[in-house]
């Protein structure tokens, strides 16, 4: 009996320390877990600022470049706008592009950069002179470009803001 008891106690102790060694694993396994979430979380917030930092330390210089597109600035008669000033903000839009914000533009942003570099580089269609509709699509096609640069900060912010929301 003293035999059976002994074997008892041993295997009750087994169990009781399977199950205390089951809970300490479970336990530090949701805790890394947990850590490994967290970190990552930083890390993202870390790089989220970077970059928004950064567009918002270029970008103006895209909406200076771009400057010379405003209708005002179009319809105005004293203004020339001949091929060779649209080439000049093509050539700055494209150095901009292409030296400093090459890896900064969203998706959204680099579509809309093309579509201004694609209205910019059409010709003349009446004597070397743009007529109204090429006007309004560069126009347009210039307000496209900065609203995306604009939501691209906006969404920065947005994202920014859900995360104070979830901490």
Do not use: C
Request: no cysteine; proline share 2%.
């Amino acid at each position: 009996m003293e035999l059976l008891t002994g074997v008892l106690s041993a295997a009750i102790a087994a169990i009781v320390s399977l199950i205390i060694a089951l809970i300490s694993y479970l336990t530090n396994k949701n805790t890394l877990k947990s850590e490994r979430e967290k970190f990552e979380r930083e890390l993202q917030r870390s790089m989220t600022s970077k970059l928004y930092d950064l567009r918002l330390e270029k970008y103006p210089e895209a909406i200076a470049i771009t400057d010379g597109l405003r209708r005002s600035r179009m319809s105005n008669p004293g203004e020339d706008l001949s091929e060779a000033y649209f080439k000049a903000i093509l050539a700055k839009l494209d150095e901009w592009h292409g030296v400093q914000a090459f890896l900064l533009l969203s998706p959204n942003a680099v579509g809309k950069l093309y579509t201004l570099r694609k209205v910019l580089r059409e010709k003349p269609e009446i004597e070397g002179k743009y007529s109204k509709e090429q006007i309004e699509k560069i126009w347009k096609a210039k307000g496209a470009f900065r609203g995306a640069l604009r939501a691209d900060i906006q969404f920065l912010y947005e994202e920014e803001a859900k995360t104070f929301r979830d901490d």
